[in-house]
């Protein structure tokens, strides 16, 4: 299996601030990787699809990176409803496995 | 609009069976595969397998072989994810997501929370 480790796993941030948010692949994914944002208790909201294609109707402050085994999500001016968890999903191969997720804080 | 809206939550006892729902609407059932999810705090996310609905088609994650059995009924455009054997480990958030092949997953349902307990 795939393993996705995703980095930092708690975020500290502002209002404005750019924030970025890794997951590292331990194989070559493609750029089959995804980005979600969960709030608590709602469902995953798709951000961004393979590596850096914008969901339909998701602000452009969320921008997405990467290639091989790095990607990045990058928000670049932090607003009040973006403090939530964040996690990234390879599509590449079976089984699909996600990184652990990173919370998103105002500090 | 897509929406998938699953069924409530469920309180089971260790070693029975749950079926969870997902249902439909706002595209066509048939052409779209349907991925389940497990999360756990603490344990995050992780997939459990997937049904094309067109033709009935499974694919399971090694881990949930046995565990978990997937179908669906074009005729409501419903999934449907049994759970069989449950200990306290199965306790969780499941959740359906339809998906494309060559993007992922993009829409979710709401998620049904089992909680496994005597």
């Known amino acids: 299996d795939i393993q996705m480790t995703q980095s930092p796993s708690f975020l500290s941030a502002s209002v404005g601030d750019r924030v970025t948010i890794n997951c590292k692949a331990s194989?070559?994914?493609?750029?089959?990787l995804n980005w979600y944002q969960q709030k608590l208790g709602e469902a995953p909201k798709r951000l961004i699809y393979n590596t850096n294609n914008l969901q339909t109707g998701i602000p452009s402050r969320f921008s997405g990176s990467g290639s091989g085994t790095d990607y990045t999500l990058t928000i670049s001016s932090l607003q009040p409803e973006d403090f939530a968890t964040y996690f990234c999903?390879?599509?590449?191969?079976?089984?699909?496995?996600f990184g652990a997720g990173t919370k998103l804080e105002l500090k | 609009q897509v929406q998938l809206q699953q069924s409530g939550a469920e309180l089971v006892k260790p070693g029975s069976s749950v079926k969870i729902s997902c249902k439909a609407s706002?595209?066509?059932?048939?052409?779209?595969?349907m991925h389940w999810i497990k999360q756990q705090p603490g344990n995050g996310l992780e997939w459990i397998g997937w049904i094309y609905p067109g033709n009935g088609n499974t694919k399971y994650n090694q881990k949930f072989n046995g565990k978990a059995t997937l179908t669906a009924d074009k005729s409501s455009s419903t999934a449907y994810m049994q759970l069989s054997s449950l200990t306290s480990e199965d306790s969780a958030v499941y959740f359906c997501?339809?998906?494309?092949?060559?993007?992922?997953?993009?829409?979710w349902g709401q998620g049904v929370m089992v909680t496994v307990s005597s």
């Open positions: 706002g595209y066509t059932f048939t052409s779209y595969d």
């Open positions: 999903l390879q599509h590449n191969s079976f089984p699909n496995t």
């Open positions: 997501a339809r998906a494309t092949r060559r993007t992922g997953f993009d829409y």
């Open positions: 194989q070559n994914i493609n750029k089959y």
